[in-house]
């Protein structure tokens, strides 16, 4: 029913960038504003997409936004229901748009990065009310990356960029309190590194 106004996402773009765009059609406005990835993504660089359960990473594809509540912990919140089958478990994973403290210049500065979600699109605490009353009551939002749309078309479940996310010295890659998760995402240094097989052995 909401076709004055609506989203599209460009996680092509890293997350130090204003990558939501918001697209008023009455006035052919655009507007751009801070917008986080799951924890689980990538870094700075969103690189890696799923449409899994406690996945705590973004999903690709065509959302309706529709309806709101009021979240205890991060206030008034929008539902999006995924229209993609890479984005139709939207709601068992809970994905709405909501403000948080860590999507802001300040944490940027602080940290080298946007901070990160569960999953969800959260938005600045000062922008999530006007982006809320403008697309609760039906509106599109298109979640895109300009090289992985055709593979969340094929593999529905999951999508990710070959290689691995070079990152600028003084990135932060711990998750500090507050950000999405209750782990922080998976380091290339944590997993062990064995030139040889181990041989066996036992103590008798």
Do not use: C
């Not at 751009?32 to 406690?54: C, E, K, L, P, W």
């Not at 300040?106 to 938005?123: C, H, K, M, T």
């Amino acid at each position: 029913p909401n076709t004055n106004f609506a989203v599209i996402i460009d996680y092509s773009l890293p997350s130090t960038m204003k990558r939501l765009i918001l697209m008023d059609f009455n006035t052919g406005q655009l507007e751009r504003f801070y917008v986080a990835h799951g924890i689980r993504s990538g870094v700075i660089q969103t690189r890696s997409f799923a449409n899994i359960v406690d996945s705590w990473k973004s999903s690709l594809g065509f959302y309706y936004a529709k309806g709101t509540y009021q979240s205890a912990k991060n206030g008034l919140s929008m539902y999006l229901v995924g229209i993609d089958r890479s984005n139709n478990r939207s709601k068992e994973r809970t994905i709405v748009i909501h403000g948080a403290k860590y999507v802001s210049d300040d944490f940027i500065f602080q940290n080298g990065r946007l901070g990160w979600s569960e999953g969800y699109p959260a938005v600045a605490l000062d922008v999530a009310p006007r982006l809320i009353s403008i697309l609760k009551n039906g509106s599109v939002v298109l979640a895109y990356h300009q090289d992985l749309m055709v593979a969340a078309r094929q593999y529905p479940d999951e999508q990710d960029l070959p290689g691995e996310e070079i990152l600028p010295p003084g990135v932060n890659i711990d998750r500090t309190p507050g950000e999405g998760g209750a782990i922080p995402p998976v380091k290339p240094t944590d997993a062990p590194q064995f030139d040889y097989i181990l041989p066996e052995f036992r103590l008798d």
